[in-house]
């Protein structure tokens, strides 16, 4: 199984960018899809995540701002950043915890960079 993301890039501070994540591989069931953030010099931070019934859960710092979603035909999911701020800085890993068919696993891609300038 693999996670490939893209999207990210840099922006200037009120701007928008939409990252995406598609899962390939051997795959039966996708439980929850996620996005987590890495700041310079930070610990990785889960930033949205959204499980197969829909449920979304937001950072505090991102609501209102910030939509997560997915196509579950596609195994994609989106990440849309509106009002983008400078502290929103960092590298964006998208993560999967799904079911191959025999065991429950956890899966990241590779990140992608999103820089805010101010």
């Known amino acids: 199984v693999q996670l490939q993301a893209s999207g990210g890039g840099l922006v200037q501070a009120g701007g928008s960018l939409r990252l995406s994540c598609v899962a390939s591989g051997s795959i039966s069931t996708i439980y929850i899809m996620a996005w987590y953030c890495q700041a310079p010099g930070k610990q990785r931070e889960l930033v949205a995540r959204?499980?197969?019934?829909?449920?979304?859960n937001y950072v505090d710092s991102v609501k209102g701002r910030f939509t997560i979603s997915r196509d579950n035909a596609k195994n994609t999911v989106y990440l849309q950043m509106n009002s983008l701020k400078p502290e929103d800085t960092g590298v964006y890993y998208c993560?999967?915890?799904?079911?191959?068919?025999?065991?429950?696993?956890?899966?990241w891609g590779q990140g992608t960079q999103v820089t805010v300038s101010s």
């Open positions: 993560y999967a915890q799904l079911w191959s068919g025999t065991i429950w696993s956890d899966y």
């Open positions: 959204q499980n197969s019934a829909g449920s979304k």
